[in-house]
Every structure is written in structure tokens, then in C-alpha cells.
């Protein structure tokens, strides 16, 4: 489904996969490969508007037409903790592309963001983003990210989570309308606690086996 620059996958593997992700009997090292999964299968979306630019080749056979991606490489920023468990699976896809890293916890209190990590490529400006958190729950820590890469020259930024609700699509579309947001899955709602119904509890702890 895509609608308002908002692109939810629609795909049977994407959709069994979040599933066993949800379930809470989920081991922690299968939850890690879940997430790996899912966020290569979701790179085929992420980069469908990727130009390209004819060049020519020679197969054993004869010269021919083909395509390569044009223009800027990429980088792909994953927001600590959680976030790191999406970067191999879109990396092995994209391997040109640079990984920077954006610390961000949630104050459990006020549920606001805290920096406290911050380490990008030093071209960013010259690279496409693809930011990958799996939760985007009140949105306060992807609209905090976004603000951290723009004003590290960020020009064209992507972000992709795995889970979703409506409150969080709403914070980011509403501070930044330009940047288009992947999910594998769009919830009902967030909680009291700002917790995602039915979500998947906290990404972080089932991803490390904390908690
Ligand atoms: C989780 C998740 C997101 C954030 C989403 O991180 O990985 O970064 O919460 O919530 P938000 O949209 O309301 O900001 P958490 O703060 O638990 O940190 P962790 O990844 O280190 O566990
Ligand atoms: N962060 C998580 O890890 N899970 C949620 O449901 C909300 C924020």
C-alpha cells in the first residue's frame, strides 16, 4: 500500500515473517534473523526509485546494454540499539553503501529522545540515507535522527522501520514531509506506556536478550 509518501510491504514472506517476529515465544536468535530477513526483503521497495543509467557491456557472448544505479551511493544509518539488526540485511544488497551510527534511547518517563551517539560518513551530503529503526512508535526518536542527519548535510533520506502505528507516521510526516516511510507492518495504535498495539513489545530487548 502507498499512500502519502507512507509505503506499508505488502508481501506474503514480509507478512508470515512479522508474524513470528510478534509471537512472545520467539527466541532471541531467531528474532535477530527475522529482522535481518525482513529488511533485505524490504530493500527491493526502499530502493524501487533508485535511477538507473544505461551502460555497455560485453557478455561472452557479444557487447550489450545493461544498467548501473546512477548517481549518489548510498548510506545506511541505523538508530542504536535496535536499528543495528537492520543494517546487514540491506548492506549485503547495497554493499557500496557507508553505515553511520545515530545513539537514541526513549526517556521511559517523558518518552522523549536522547542523543547520545552521533558517528557519520563525512560525505553524507553527497550519499542517500536509508534510516532503519524497526520501532516507530511516538516517532520522537526517527524525527530526532532526521533532524541529526539534516543538519549533517543530509539531502535525500529514506526511512524504514518494521513496525509502525499511525501516531508515529503522523510525527514524522508532519516535521518532515519529504521523507518517504517503509513499514512491514502499519498497527492499530500506541499504548499508554507508548507501547505499539499489537507491536512486538520493546525491539531492543527481544533483538539482545536484555530486559
Ligand atoms: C526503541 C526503538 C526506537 C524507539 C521508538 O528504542 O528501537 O528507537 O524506541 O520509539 P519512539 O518512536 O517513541 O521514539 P529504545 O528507546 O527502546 O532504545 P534501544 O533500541 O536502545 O532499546
Ligand atoms: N519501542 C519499542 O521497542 N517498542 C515499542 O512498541 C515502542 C517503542
Known amino acids: 500500500m502507498q499512500k502519502n509518501n507512507l509505503t506499508v510491504i505488502n508481501h506474503p514472506l514480509v507478512k508470515a515473517k512479522i508474524t513470528q517476529m510478534r509471537d512472545r515465544n520467539t527466541t532471541t536468535k531467531m528474532f ?9 526483503l524490504m530493500c527491493y521497495e526502499i ?8 551502460i555497455e557491456i560485453e557478455t561472452p557472448i557479444t557487447k550489450t546494454k545493461g544498467y548501473k544505479i546512477k548517481g549518489n551511493d548510498m548510506a545506511i ?26 545513539g537514541i534511547y526513549r526517556d521511559h518517563e517523558t518518552l522523549l529522545p536522547v542523543e547520545y551517539l552521533c558517528k557519520l560518513p563525512s560525505d553524507l551530503a553527497s550519499r542517500d540515507v536509508i534510516l532503519v529503526d524497526p520501532m ?22 529514506r ?25 512491514a507492518a502499519l498497527d492499530e495504535r500506541l499504548d499508554e506506556n507508548g507501547y505499539i498495539v499489537p507491536g512486538l513489545g520493546d525491539a531492543g530487548d527481544r533483538l539482545y536478550g536484555t530486559k
Not at 32 to 40: A, H, P, R, Y
Not at 79 to 97: D, K, N, W, Y
Not at 159 to 183: N, Q, T
Open 32 to 40: 535477530g534473523e527475522l529482522v535481518d530477513e525482513i529488511s533485505g
Open 47 to 54: 530502493t524501487r526509485d533508485l535511477e538507473t543509467e544505461e
Open 77 to 102: 544509518i541505523p538508530i542504536l540499539r535496535a536499528g543495528l539488526g537492520m543494517v546487514e540485511g540491506i548492506h549485503q544488497l547495497i554493499p557500496t553503501a557507508k553505515i553511520g551510527h545515530i
Open 136 to 157: 516507530l512508535a511516538t516517532g520522537g526518536s526517527s524525527v530526532k535522527a532526521i533532524e541529526i542527519l539534516k543538519k549533517n548535510g543530509a539531502k535525500k533520506i
Open 159 to 183: 526511512l524504514a522501520s518494521l513496525v509502525g502505528c499511525p501516531e508515529g507516521v503522523k510525527a514524522v510526516h508532519d516535521a518532515y514531509p519529504e521523507v518517504p516511510i517503509y513499514l
